[in-house]
């Protein structure tokens, strides 16, 4: 059996937005099996079961060809000449992190999503290849980094070919109502360039435990009540 554990993250550190990301202690976490002597006729050969809790969890989409996390897994396996997963692939997805609430669950989904390619591909990627695989679809490098490389980092991302990132067989996670792309069109989709976006971990003291900001809004709502001078 293949774990992949990916942790969820922020980006929302004051001045750092969108540049510096810190991975947190809620996972994202698949079991995934491939069993090439059980031929099966599931889409993809890839069935997906799923446990999660909060609010989203029962929309999610366990078909491999809408599901985020295949999608991804499936660009990665295209960029190699491969359309399908390996028969049979069975993934469980075991999910702690809250759907839609800024602790950069779509940016798990997508790291998992290469490490998963990675895996039952068995393409060797390292990590630095696998950050270039993320960044062509998960366009925030804060959240990505933290979660492929864990603790606290800075992020830049580079521009990119516009008629690569216009390719539907790129698959999307920020498109509403839905993630987009991934098509399978029988071409091969844009190879991530090698060194898109860089990183940098900074020092975390181990005896940080914790930063919880809160903000007074009733003090800034007294505040914006006051006449103007």
Not at 101 to 110: D, E, H, K, Q
Request: hydrophobic residues 40%; aromatic residues 6%.
């Amino acid at each position: 059996m293949i774990i992949i554990k990916v942790p969820c993250s922020s980006a929302n550190i004051g001045p750092g937005f969108d540049v510096a990301g810190v991975a947190l202690t809620r996972f994202l976490e698949l079991h995934v099996e491939v069993n090439p002597s059980d031929p099966s006729e599931a889409p993809l050969s890839c069935v997906i079961t799923y446990e999660g809790e909060g609010q989203g969890s029962d929309d999610v989409d366990l078909a491999p060809d809408r599901n985020l996390l295949t999608r991804v897994a499936l660009y990665v396996l295209r960029c190699h000449d491969r359309h399908e997963f390996p028969a049979q692939t069975s993934i469980h997805i075991k999910n702690d992190i809250p759907l839609g609430r800024g602790l950069g669950s779509s940016g798990a989904a997508v790291v998992a999503g290469v490490m998963l390619g990675n895996e039952v591909g068995e393409l060797g990627l390292s990590k630095d290849r696998m950050l270039d695989f993320c960044l062509m679809i998960e366009r925030h490098p804060d959240n990505v980094a933290a979660a492929l490389y864990g603790g606290f980092v800075g992020t830049y991302l580079s521009d990119l070919d516009p008629e690569d990132m216009a390719r539907k067989e790129i698959p999307l996670s920020e498109v509403l109502p839905a993630p987009a792309g991934g098509i399978d069109t029988g071409l091969k989709p844009p190879i991530p360039p090698i060194g898109i976006g860089k990183y940098m971990k900074f020092p975390w003291s181990p005896a940080i435990m914790a930063i919880v900001i809160i903000p007074d809004f009733g003090k800034v709502q007294q505040d914006f009540d006051r006449p103007p001078y």
